[in-house]
């Protein structure tokens, strides 16, 4: 309730040149947000914790070398992302485990509805199914909104590659997900032209 609140640029200038709150403060602001990138990631809260706790430690030491170039919630988001690929990377050979139904670790959201819950659950579920190469590429294209190159780079393949399996990641989306929009036709992609045949 003083003056304006420094921004976050401003907060990571003042962590790196020693001010021993500025980094407690940035965390607080970005922890949530940057909490359910790392759990739509990892889809492992233990797991998703323990990357949170990677990123947080790895931005805390590279702050120095920020550059205003980009936003500090890109900067952060992708070291998130790196920390989650690289968890993902060495749990490969393990089976993953899926997001509970009624998930605690997503804040609630206000005037929620029931369909709209079922439908995020419907999506997550379906985004489950894919194996990792496919799903992988889709929650950063189309989920966290990272470019074709910006996701190439992280996950380390072709910029092709990326557009390849995100391609096939939508067409099985769609028929998984193809009842929410026409119900009468379950394996079709889905189109704006939906039938309401079962209300909603």
């Not at 070291?79 to 089976?95: F, G, K, M, S, T």
Request: with cysteine; net charge negative; charged share 30%.
């Amino acid at each position: 309730m003083t003056a304006a609140a420094p921004t976050d640029a401003d907060l990571v200038a003042a962590h790196a040149a020693g001010d021993p709150h500025a980094f407690d403060e940035l965390v607080r602001r970005h922890r949530d947000r940057m909490w359910a990138v790392a759990l739509r990631t990892v889809r492992d809260p233990e797991e998703a914790a323990d990357a949170l706790q990677d990123a947080f430690v790895s931005a805390f030491r590279a702050a120095a070398n920020f550059r205003a170039e980009s936003q500090v919630t890109t900067w952060l988001h992708r070291i998130v992302v790196n920390a989650c690929l690289d968890r993902v990377r060495r749990r490969q050979a393990r089976p993953t485990v899926p997001l509970p139904e009624t998930s605690q670790y997503e804040p609630a959201v206000p005037n929620d509805s029931m369909a709209e819950r079922e439908t995020r659950l419907l999506v997550r579920e379906a985004l489950d199914q894919l194996p990792e190469d496919q799903r992988m590429p889709i929650v950063l294209v189309d989920v966290e909104g990272y470019s074709v190159s910006e996701t190439a780079r992280l996950l380390s393949i072709a910029e092709g590659t990326v557009k390849s399996r995100c391609a096939r990641g939508r067409a099985k989306l769609a028929k998984l997900l193809g009842h929410l929009r026409n119900p009468d036709s379950e394996g079709d992609v889905p189109t704006h032209e939906s039938k309401h045949g079962e209300g909603r």
